[in-house]
T-cell receptor
Framework: KNQVEQSPQSLIILEGKNCTLQCNYTVSPFSNLRWYKQDTGRGPVSLTIMTFSENTKSNGRYTATLDADTKQSSLHITASQLSDSASYICVVSGGGNNRLAFGKGNQVVVIP | NAGVTQTPKFQVLKTGQSMTLQCAQDMNHEYMSWYRQDPGMGLRLIHYSVGAGITDQGEVPNGYNVSRSTTEDFPLRLLSAAPSQTSVYFC???????????FGPGTRLTVT
Protein backbone atom coordinates (compact mmCIF):
# COMPACT_ATOMS: atom_id res chain seq x y z
CA LYS A 1 0.00 0.00 0.00
CA ASN A 2 1.38 3.37 -1.02
CA GLN A 3 2.12 5.50 2.01
CA VAL A 4 1.70 8.74 0.06
CA GLU A 5 -1.43 9.42 -1.98
CA GLN A 6 -1.79 12.45 -4.22
CA SER A 7 -4.88 13.92 -5.83
CA PRO A 8 -5.97 14.79 -8.38
CA GLN A 9 -3.88 12.55 -10.60
CA SER A 10 -4.00 15.18 -13.33
CA LEU A 11 -5.64 18.51 -14.02
CA ILE A 12 -5.81 21.17 -16.70
CA ILE A 13 -6.03 24.82 -15.71
CA LEU A 14 -6.18 28.11 -17.57
CA GLU A 15 -3.18 30.40 -17.44
CA GLY A 16 -3.59 32.93 -14.64
CA LYS A 17 -5.85 30.71 -12.53
CA ASN A 18 -5.00 29.18 -9.16
CA CYS A 19 -4.98 25.49 -8.27
CA THR A 20 -4.44 23.30 -5.24
CA LEU A 21 -2.86 19.86 -5.14
CA GLN A 22 -3.43 17.42 -2.28
CA CYS A 23 -1.16 14.93 -0.55
CA ASN A 24 -2.25 12.49 2.16
CA TYR A 25 0.26 10.27 3.90
CA THR A 26 0.43 7.50 6.48
CA VAL A 27 4.19 7.58 7.15
CA SER A 28 4.90 7.43 10.87
CA PRO A 29 6.84 8.69 12.69
CA PHE A 30 7.04 11.82 10.56
CA SER A 31 10.28 13.68 9.85
CA ASN A 32 9.54 16.08 7.01
CA LEU A 33 7.47 16.57 3.87
CA ARG A 34 8.78 17.83 0.55
CA TRP A 35 7.20 19.00 -2.66
CA TYR A 36 9.15 18.61 -5.88
CA LYS A 37 8.47 19.92 -9.37
CA GLN A 38 9.45 17.69 -12.26
CA ASP A 39 9.42 19.10 -15.77
CA THR A 40 9.06 16.62 -18.62
CA GLY A 41 12.38 14.92 -19.35
CA ARG A 42 14.14 16.38 -16.30
CA GLY A 43 14.91 15.42 -12.74
CA PRO A 44 12.75 16.60 -9.80
CA VAL A 45 13.60 19.97 -8.29
CA SER A 46 12.78 20.83 -4.68
CA LEU A 47 10.10 23.47 -4.07
CA THR A 48 9.61 23.27 -0.30
CA ILE A 49 10.54 21.12 2.66
CA MET A 50 8.53 21.30 5.89
CA THR A 51 9.07 19.80 9.31
CA PHE A 52 6.47 18.91 11.93
CA SER A 53 6.33 22.40 13.41
CA GLU A 54 5.81 24.23 10.12
CA ASN A 55 2.26 24.84 8.89
CA THR A 56 3.02 26.75 5.74
CA LYS A 57 5.96 27.57 3.52
CA SER A 58 6.15 29.59 0.33
CA ASN A 59 8.46 29.61 -2.65
CA GLY A 60 7.40 32.37 -5.01
CA ARG A 61 3.94 31.54 -6.36
CA TYR A 62 4.03 28.12 -4.68
CA THR A 63 2.65 27.78 -1.14
CA ALA A 64 2.70 24.49 0.72
CA THR A 65 0.67 23.75 3.85
CA LEU A 66 1.03 20.92 6.31
CA ASP A 67 -1.39 19.51 8.88
CA ALA A 68 0.63 16.89 10.74
CA ASP A 69 -2.38 15.94 12.88
CA THR A 70 -4.48 14.84 9.89
CA LYS A 71 -1.39 13.84 7.86
CA GLN A 72 -2.34 16.09 4.97
CA SER A 73 -0.46 18.60 2.84
CA SER A 74 -1.42 20.82 -0.03
CA LEU A 75 0.48 22.76 -2.66
CA HIS A 76 -1.20 25.92 -3.93
CA ILE A 77 -0.12 27.49 -7.21
CA THR A 78 -1.11 31.13 -7.56
CA ALA A 79 -1.62 32.87 -10.91
CA SER A 80 -0.45 29.87 -12.91
CA GLN A 81 1.94 30.28 -15.81
CA LEU A 82 2.64 28.03 -18.78
CA SER A 83 5.94 27.10 -17.15
CA ASP A 84 4.03 25.57 -14.24
CA SER A 85 3.07 22.65 -16.49
CA ALA A 86 4.83 19.76 -14.77
CA SER A 87 4.41 16.86 -12.39
CA TYR A 88 4.38 17.80 -8.70
CA ILE A 89 5.62 15.08 -6.39
CA CYS A 90 4.93 14.84 -2.66
CA VAL A 91 7.64 13.05 -0.68
CA VAL A 92 7.49 12.17 3.01
CA SER A 93 10.50 11.33 5.14
CA GLY A 94 10.10 9.25 8.26
CA GLY A 95 9.13 5.72 9.20
CA GLY A 96 11.89 5.45 11.78
CA ASN A 97 14.74 5.16 9.28
CA ASN A 98 14.02 8.44 7.46
CA ARG A 99 13.41 6.48 4.28
CA LEU A 100 11.62 8.58 1.67
CA ALA A 101 8.10 7.64 0.54
CA PHE A 102 7.17 9.07 -2.86
CA GLY A 103 3.74 9.92 -4.20
CA LYS A 104 2.95 9.22 -7.85
CA GLY A 105 2.66 12.91 -8.62
CA ASN A 106 0.02 15.42 -9.73
CA GLN A 107 0.28 16.13 -13.45
CA VAL A 108 -0.59 19.79 -14.09
CA VAL A 109 -1.13 21.22 -17.55
CA VAL A 110 -1.54 24.98 -17.90
CA ILE A 111 -3.18 26.14 -21.14
CA PRO A 112 -3.28 29.67 -22.55
CA ASN B 1 28.89 23.84 -9.12
CA ALA B 2 27.64 21.32 -11.66
CA GLY B 3 25.40 19.70 -9.04
CA VAL B 4 24.50 16.10 -9.87
CA THR B 5 25.54 14.85 -13.30
CA GLN B 6 24.54 11.60 -15.01
CA THR B 7 25.82 9.89 -18.12
CA PRO B 8 24.69 8.72 -20.56
CA LYS B 9 21.44 10.59 -21.13
CA PHE B 10 20.02 7.83 -23.36
CA GLN B 11 20.98 4.18 -23.78
CA VAL B 12 19.61 1.20 -25.67
CA LEU B 13 20.72 -2.28 -24.61
CA LYS B 14 19.97 -5.78 -25.78
CA THR B 15 18.74 -8.35 -23.28
CA GLY B 16 21.70 -9.86 -21.43
CA GLN B 17 24.10 -6.97 -21.98
CA SER B 18 25.70 -5.21 -19.05
CA MET B 19 26.46 -1.55 -18.55
CA THR B 20 27.22 1.11 -15.96
CA LEU B 21 25.25 4.28 -15.40
CA GLN B 22 27.50 7.03 -14.11
CA CYS B 23 26.59 9.54 -11.40
CA ALA B 24 28.76 12.26 -9.90
CA GLN B 25 28.16 15.19 -7.54
CA ASP B 26 30.41 18.09 -6.58
CA MET B 27 28.56 19.24 -3.44
CA ASN B 28 30.47 17.00 -1.01
CA HIS B 29 27.24 15.21 -0.09
CA GLU B 30 27.52 12.04 1.94
CA TYR B 31 24.17 10.58 0.89
CA MET B 32 23.62 9.36 -2.66
CA SER B 33 20.79 7.30 -4.09
CA TRP B 34 19.61 5.66 -7.30
CA TYR B 35 15.94 5.63 -8.28
CA ARG B 36 13.96 4.33 -11.18
CA GLN B 37 10.83 6.05 -12.46
CA ASP B 38 8.21 4.15 -14.44
CA PRO B 39 4.93 5.45 -15.91
CA GLY B 40 2.14 5.56 -13.34
CA MET B 41 4.48 4.81 -10.45
CA GLY B 42 6.35 6.95 -8.00
CA LEU B 43 10.12 7.02 -7.82
CA ARG B 44 11.43 3.76 -6.39
CA LEU B 45 14.71 3.43 -4.52
CA ILE B 46 17.17 0.93 -5.99
CA HIS B 47 20.31 1.38 -3.87
CA TYR B 48 21.69 4.08 -1.65
CA SER B 49 24.91 5.06 0.08
CA VAL B 50 25.50 6.97 3.32
CA GLY B 51 29.16 7.60 2.58
CA ALA B 52 32.23 6.32 0.76
CA GLY B 53 32.55 2.57 1.16
CA ILE B 54 28.99 2.12 2.50
CA THR B 55 26.06 1.00 0.36
CA ASP B 56 22.72 -0.62 1.04
CA GLN B 57 19.72 -1.97 -0.82
CA GLY B 58 16.56 -0.04 -1.43
CA GLU B 59 13.11 -1.15 -2.50
CA VAL B 60 13.98 -2.72 -5.89
CA PRO B 61 17.66 -3.80 -5.84
CA ASN B 62 17.51 -7.02 -7.87
CA GLY B 63 19.56 -6.94 -11.06
CA TYR B 64 21.61 -3.90 -9.99
CA ASN B 65 24.94 -3.42 -8.23
CA VAL B 66 26.52 -0.28 -6.79
CA SER B 67 29.79 0.76 -5.23
CA ARG B 68 30.98 3.99 -3.59
CA SER B 69 34.74 4.29 -3.70
CA THR B 70 34.72 8.10 -3.48
CA THR B 71 32.36 10.73 -2.05
CA GLU B 72 31.79 12.16 -5.53
CA ASP B 73 30.89 9.08 -7.59
CA PHE B 74 28.14 6.49 -7.28
CA PRO B 75 27.87 4.26 -10.38
CA LEU B 76 24.98 1.86 -10.96
CA ARG B 77 25.74 -1.40 -12.75
CA LEU B 78 23.24 -3.52 -14.63
CA LEU B 79 24.62 -7.04 -14.59
CA SER B 80 22.47 -8.66 -17.29
CA ALA B 81 19.89 -6.28 -18.72
CA ALA B 82 16.26 -7.38 -18.94
CA PRO B 83 13.29 -5.66 -20.64
CA SER B 84 11.81 -5.07 -17.16
CA GLN B 85 14.70 -2.69 -16.51
CA THR B 86 13.49 -0.33 -19.22
CA SER B 87 12.98 2.86 -17.23
CA VAL B 88 14.27 6.33 -16.45
CA TYR B 89 17.00 6.27 -13.82
CA PHE B 90 17.71 9.18 -11.49
CA CYS B 91 20.65 9.69 -9.21
CA UNK B 92 20.25 11.99 -6.21
CA UNK B 93 22.45 13.34 -3.45
CA UNK B 94 21.89 15.10 -0.14
CA UNK B 95 23.89 16.38 2.82
CA UNK B 96 21.97 14.14 5.23
CA UNK B 97 19.30 11.46 4.93
CA UNK B 98 16.62 13.93 6.02
CA UNK B 99 17.93 16.86 4.02
CA UNK B 100 16.99 18.27 0.65
CA UNK B 101 17.77 15.92 -2.22
CA UNK B 102 19.29 17.13 -5.47
CA PHE B 103 18.46 15.04 -8.52
CA GLY B 104 20.43 14.51 -11.69
CA PRO B 105 18.88 14.94 -15.14
CA GLY B 106 18.21 11.21 -15.56
CA THR B 107 19.20 8.39 -17.89
CA ARG B 108 16.53 6.93 -20.18
CA LEU B 109 17.31 3.24 -20.65
CA THR B 110 15.59 0.93 -23.12
CA VAL B 111 16.25 -2.81 -23.07
CA THR B 112 15.11 -4.73 -26.15
Amino acid sequence: KNQVEQSPQSLIILEGKNCTLQCNYTVSPFSNLRWYKQDTGRGPVSLTIMTFSENTKSNGRYTATLDADTKQSSLHITASQLSDSASYICVVSGGGNNRLAFGKGNQVVVIP
Amino acid sequence: NAGVTQTPKFQVLKTGQSMTLQCAQDMNHEYMSWYRQDPGMGLRLIHYSVGAGITDQGEVPNGYNVSRSTTEDFPLRLLSAAPSQTSVYFCASSYSNSGEQYFGPGTRLTVT
